[in-house]
């Protein structure tokens, strides 16, 4: 499981549009979003940078938490 860090995710658009994001990346699993937290949890085996990148370029940069 990786925990990663959105500090820009606010609402639940911004979740809708960070799920949407996180499942264009292949072995990303079940990903929970929680927007108290800001964090995100990624339950497959997915790579950290891919799932990174897919973030970034749907513009909620976010790092490992």
């Known amino acids: 499981m990786t925990t990663l860090s959105v500090p820009d995710m606010s609402c639940n658009h911004c979740k809708a549009t960070v799920e949407a994001a ?3 990346v292949p072995q990303a699993g079940a990903v929970t979003v929680d ?14 940078e891919a799932l990174l990148q897919a973030l970034d370029k749907a513009g909620y940069p976010a790092s490992v938490a």
């Open 22 to 24: 996180l499942a264009t």
């Open 35 to 48: 927007l108290t937290s800001r964090k995100v949890q990624v339950a497959g085996p997915a790579s950290v």
